[in-house]
């Protein structure tokens, strides 16, 4: 067989509703791909999309039915896969025109790194465009040393899981995926991986579907369980940092935490969290909140989830 340079591992479970579309999205894009499927037990009809989708696209179906997250099947992918490089593509969310394109020259550019990222969109349920996802890496495609990358990024995930691509056997010496982190272990592979730079590139090439059933709203109930998730990335990450840049990136980011443990407790109509998001806003002080808003890009993230919210209970 041919050998790929680029995998796309899919961890699929009862994913229907959108597979097809996440799969469409990758015709025309394939020469030189290989797409792994790990199908952690599905019973919506999801194993027969992939069966038909084999016919148009070069892809292996593993079935992994005692798997227990995204996490581990992505890893169970990893081992499997044989390209070099390698990006992620859940169930929901989508490839735009020209992706493979971009990610090839980006590698070719860019090839002193170990991870590649570029600007994606946010779709709703019916796949309209609602907002974006980028982080504030400017307008030019260019490489990022570890200093810059890692002080945005140790503040705030502003990277969308379908807009990274990455070196497989950086990853696989380092472990994968860590699998205890049900919601922020794609963070922590950014943060890890960064420690040699990020190449970047603004073009949104990639779409990140956001509705009531994600990750985000149905994990954050337990909202210690989540405080905890969005800790351990900022204590295993921040020592990278010169310590120049150590005090201002900690209250950034322990400001960032306080305020998204804060919206997931609003949305659960849970309190708890308010108090801890004021706190941490009036310590960051007036002359660090621009900073912190460029850093998280709470904005631009929050403003169509928000806009979904009212719609939904319009």
Known sequence: MTQPWLSVIMPIFNGQATLETALSSLAGQCEG????????????????????????????????????SWTENTNFG??????????????????????????????????????????????????????????????????????????????????????????RDIVLDRGGLDETLWYTADWDLWLRLSRNGLAWNPRHASAFRIHAKSLTMTGSRDLQSFKRQLEIPLDRHLAELPDQLTTRARKRAEAANALNVCLAGLHHRDLRGLGAALRAALLLGPFEWRGFLRSTQIVQRLTPRLKLAMQRGA
């Open 33 to 68: 791909l290989e797409i792994i499927a790990v199908d952690q037990g599905s019973t919506d009809g999801s194993r027969e999309i992939l069966e038909a989708a084999q016919a148009r696209f070069p892809l292996q179906i593993i079935d992994n039915p005692n798997g227990r």
């Open 78 to 167: 990893l081992r499997q896969a044989r390209a070099p490089l390698v990006t992620m593509l859940h169930q929901d969310d989508i490839w735009l025109p020209g992706r493979a394109a971009l990610l090839k020259d980006m590698s070719t550019r860019f090839h002193e790194v170990d991870i590649w990222v570029h600007g994606a969109d946010l779709i709703d349920s019916q796949g309209k465009t609602v907002g974006q996802m980028c982080p504030p890496f400017g307008d030019t495609p260019r490489v990022l040393f570890p200093d810059e990358a890692l002080s945005h990024l140790i503040v705030q995930n502003t990277v969308a899981l379908p807009a990274v691509m990455f070196r």
